[in-house]
């Protein structure tokens, strides 16, 4: 009904290309418009203001010799000042943004190694964006944003890295578990020898201690008992306690048979064997 009483009408964030006799003639904005078709007027037309994305994927090669797909992301929208050369200089916008694309990332990502392209994703999308700002501007576009979204790598490249990262991190845990294994050995060293130390000083105490008591004994004895020497005084402290050893080993339920050689002359031999020991000990310590 519009159409046959010369009313037109362009929607919001849309503009309109009047044009009279197939020549443009003026920008129509949002609204109604009255457009006198029966004079050659009329609206050839509509271009959208709002922000528009395109999502190109390119595939090329880097330095080191790995096939990889590049995918761009590029936002961007017609200039409402200029949307006479946003119209009418192109006729296909977004494949002109998909050249330029194309040129730029197959310029860039040739120069780098697989790791830097990953790494370097930012440059590549801001270099990609200046190119396209500086020739998509002269035909009405505005370039919003440029974002390289995903690099995807080869299959086999893709098998080969995770292959390299899994050796990697199991090295690693190899590494790890072998110096944990590696400390708790040493742990254990210096735990078994500060416990043979502690054991060592024990012993040296106790012996220690047994020389200081017999050496207290005989020479307690020769005062109260006149006429014994410190030499007799020994053999009977030595002989007694070789009897009540004997005496031990005997009322103990759970001790093996212990062949020991007795006799008169062994008892004096044990003893002369005690006393010398001790006498050596004791020696020694001083």
């Known amino acids: 009904m519009g159409g046959v009483l010369g009313c037109v009408i362009v929607d919001q964030s849309t503009v309109g290309m009047k044009e009279q006799f197939g020549k443009f003639k003026s920008v129509v904005k949002p609204g109604i418009h009255f457009v006198p078709w029966c004079c050659g007027i009329n ?3 509509r271009l959208s203001l709002r922000v528009q994305q ?5 595939e090329t090669k880097t330095k080191d010799n790995v096939f990889v797909t590049v995918v761009a992301s590029v936002q961007y929208r017609a200039i409402q000042e200029a949307a006479f050369d ?3 200089k192109l006729t296909n916008p977004r494949s ?3 050249s330029y694309v194309f040129d730029v990332v197959r310029a860039s990502v040739p120069k780098m190694i697989l790791d830097d392209v990953f790494e370097q994703k930012s440059d590549i999308a801001k270099n990609v964006e200046e190119q396209l700002e500086k020739a998509m501007t002269n035909y009405g576009w505005e370039i919003v944003q440029t974002l390289i979204v995903d690099v995807e790598p080869d299959e086999t490249v893709k098998r080969a890295m995770n292959e390299i990262n899994a050796a990697q991190r199991s090295r690693q845990a190899m590494t790890e ?3 944990a294994e590696k400390l708790l050995q040493v742990k254990r060293a210096e735990a078994d020898a500060e416990s043979k130390y502690l054991s060592g000083v024990g012993i040296a105490r106790q012996r220690q201690a047994i020389v200081d008591g017999l050496r207290e004994s005989v020479v307690a004895f020769s005062h109260n008992v006149p006429g014994t020497s410190p030499k007799d005084v020994l053999d009977m402290v030595l002989v007694t306690q070789y009897f009540d050893t004997m005496k031990e080993i005997g009322s103990h339920s759970k001790n093996s048979t212990v062949f020991i050689p007795h006799g008169p ?6 003893a002369d064997q005690i006393r010398n020991g ?6 020694g310590s001083h």
């Open 278 to 283: 001790l006498l050596q000990g004791h020696a």
């Open 265 to 270: 002359g062994t008892v004096k031999d044990v």
């Open 54 to 58: 395109l999502d190109v994927r390119c």
């Open 86 to 88: 946003a119209y009418y």
């Open 96 to 98: 002109q943004i998909q």
């Open 43 to 45: 609206v050839a037309g």
């Open 177 to 179: 578990k072998a110096e």
